[in-house]
């Protein structure tokens, strides 16, 4: 029963990791990328406006980290539940 | 050395290579056909997707496309890319998890019911069809141009030799060959926009390069603004589809990305879960690198371009114009009969027409690179058109010798007769994807970029609430699919092809373009679902137990065992 109880504070903890990592996901490429483009490109980052910015390069740059991040987790939550392979 | 006898000693190379790799790599039994005996390691999988994943729409089309459309391309690089963050983190460790060979095989299972499995053969076939006939399309423009051999010649070239190593080697053979042919893709696509970043910019990355002040010491992206102003063309770096239709799209390929079956399955050859994950990881680092390249390729190219050809004389042409002109991909009309090309935004004194594929492939030649470059390209484009035929080629085959024939029609089958089944019906979707790039039908290019909303509309919402919903039943699950593909499949034939009585840009559903309504179909998908099952009985206690042990990632042994 105990390990039942763990296993579904397993589960919870990754929804949480899954809620945080989509959040950002979001973010950087609908807002910045789309909704808030405009405001954004008001501001520039060297020759780019920082909106395009975004929509072209960044949000790529930060998904790939979020893929990295996500792994480093999930690792670490396998191991503290003894359920990695 | 001549541009052609570049190609064909480059194409001749790269070719021996991936037979070479076939043979050293034959399937033995139906786990090495269909999922490369389960043992590959997480950055071969990682090669392998991004090889499988990037086709010829990514390597010739795209950064075409965000060249003529600027701002507007941005829906694919963020949506090709941002799929494989819900690849990576809704699906790819769990269904590595339940360990099967097909997607449909996990639908069947966790729906417990071969209706559920049917309605996903035909998804299956329909998205990958719809997506192979472009890949073959592509091979044969590559051997026209390049090799000025006839297109139909190039297209049966293209398919002897992806029918050698599919049928021969299947998934494992597959893999390996995608592994060589993401190496060359990539070098193709890098090397020339290195080039011509040092030439237009004094930097050696692309990425950087983009950003940068040209040789005038204006920033690239300013001065091709102003260009894009005076000529009347919208502006390079902001956009003129609709923020809802932006988003719209952007999701529809975010999905779909997640819901292609032949990416999907990439994901069931490595050993245990968290390679599952490591692999989604290296598959987006090596798609990046293309991804962040190709804006920066479409900027170079877009003023290369305008800077040759405005204003300038017809006569004073360089060679690469009138090769593009011979293949009618490039067209000249003096409407002002003065012997000037004036390429402008307004259609009525515009002169000159350029088809958005050749933009990746003239690159090169526009600015003037040594001939062995170009001949990469030419190598380049022939990778990533073959790695995703026979991604697609895969899926057809094990949906009807894995699916439709062991799993519905005779589960009796033997190994061998399976394996045999899968390696004849490997043949035969050659053939027929083979027909369709030599008679293409008018819709092939126009479906493509749909084919995303169709596994929108019809996997994504199947597979995650088969994870996430333990209580999700048949009947929720199928009704969902089929009303999403079908509505779908209504939208598309409709604004696109005219049936159902057509319709113009002013009918569109809330404003959103067909290859935007993906998102909406999978919406309704979810509704629909969640709908049905609140007024149907619950899932089976085994397949509730099935949806526990998949979302914990140990016992991955035992999980495969058929």
């Not at chain 2, 090495?32 to 010829?56: E, I, Q």
């Not at chain 2, 629909?528 to 990632?553: C, H, Y």
Request: with cysteine; charged share 15%.
């Amino acid at each position: 029963m105990s390990q039942q109880k763990d296993l579904k504070k397993y589960w919870r903890t990754n929804l949480k990791y899954l809620v945080l990592l989509l959040s950002i996901w979001f973010t950087v490429s609908f807002l910045f990328g789309i909704i808030l483009v405009d405001a954004l490109n008001a501001i520039r980052l060297g020759g780019f406006k920082l909106g395009f910015w975004f929509a072209q390069q960044g949000a790529i740059y930060v998904f790939v980290i979020l893929i990295l991040v996500y792994i480093k987790l999930m690792n670490r939550l396998d191991k503290q539940y003894n359920v990695n392979e | 050395m001549t541009l052609q006898v570049w190609t064909w000693i480059l194409v001749g190379i790269t070719f021996s290579l991936y037979i070479g790799i076939a043979i050293w790599s034959k399937a033995s039994s139906t786990k090495d056909f269909y999922v490369a005996g389960g043992g590959v390691s997480p950055l071969a999988n990682g090669l392998a997707t991004a090889a499988d994943w990037m086709s010829a729409a990514s390597f010739i089309s795209m950064a075409g496309i965000i060249s003529f459309n600027g701002y507007d391309g941005s829906v694919y690089l963020m949506g090709w890319t941002g799929g494989y963050v819900l690849l990576a983190l809704l699906l790819a460790p769990y269904l590595r998890k339940f360990g099967k060979f097909t997607v449909p095989d996990f639908i069947g299972d966790r729906y417990y019911s071969n209706v559920a499995r049917a309605v996903a053969v035909f998804c299956a076939l329909i998205v990958s069809f719809t997506y192979v006939a472009g890949q073959m399309r592509g091979v044969g423009l590559v051997f026209s141009r390049f090799l000025e051999v006839e297109i139909n010649t190039g297209v049966l070239i293209g398919m002897v030799i992806v029918l050698f190593y599919a049928v021969l080697g299947g998934m494992k053979g597959i893999t390996y060959t995608q592994v060589a042919q993401y190496c060359v893709l990539i070098f193709a696509f890098m090397v020339p926009a290195i080039f011509i970043s040092i030439q237009m910019t004094d930097t050696a990355i692309p990425q950087i390069g983009f950003g940068s002040k040209g040789t005038d010491g204006v920033y690239l992206l300013d001065k091709l603004d102003g260009l894009h102003r005076d000529l009347g063309f919208h502006e390079y770096t902001s956009g003129s589809k609709s923020t809802l239709d932006m988003l719209f799209i952007t999701a529809a390929l975010m999905v779909g990305t997640a819901g292609l079956p032949h990416v999907i399955v990439r994901f069931f050859t490595v050993k245990k879960v968290s390679d599952a994950r490591k692999s989604a990881a290296w598959a987006l680092i090596f798609i990046a690198v293309l991804y962040t390249t190709a804006p920066a390729i479409a900027l170079f190219s877009r003023t290369n371009l305008i800077e040759t050809v405005s204003n300038v004389e017809y006569e004073k042409m360089p060679q690469w114009f009138t090769n593009w002109e011979d293949t009618g991909l490039l067209v000249f009309d003096d409407k002002n009969k003065d012997g000037i090309i004036q390429y402008v935004g307004d259609a009525k004194r515009n002169e000159l027409t350029i088809d958005k594929d050749i933009m990746v492939l003239a690159n090169p030649e526009i600015a003037n690179l040594p001939n062995w470059v170009i001949a990469l390209v030419a190598a380049g484009a022939l990778a990533a058109a073959l790695s995703t035929a026979a991604g697609l080629l895969l899926v057809i085959s094990a949906s009807v010798s894995h699916d439709l024939i062991k799993k519905m029609i005779k589960p009796t089958i033997s190994e061998k007769g399976e394996l045999r089944a899968a390696r004849l019906s490997a043949v035969v979707a050659v053939i027929i994807a083979g027909y369709f790039g030599i008679n293409p039908p008018d819709f092939v290019a126009a479906t493509v970029a749909l084919a995303f909303g169709l596994a929108a509309a019809s996997f994504f919402p199947a597979i995650t609430m088969g994870i996430f919903y333990k209580k999700m039943n048949k009947e929720g699950a199928i009704s969902g699919m089929v009303v999403g593909i079908v509505l779908m499949l209504f939208y598309m034939l409709k604004f696109k092809f005219d049936w159902f009585g057509g319709g113009s840009k002013e009918d569109w559903w809330f404003g959103v373009s067909p290859e935007g309504f993906g998102t909406i179909a999978m919406l309704v998908n979810f509704v629909v679902a969640i709908v049905v099952s609140k007024f149907t009985p619950d899932p089976p206690v085994e397949v509730q137990e099935l949806v526990e042990t998949i979302r914990i990632p140990s016992g991955v042994g035992k999980a495969q065992d058929h």
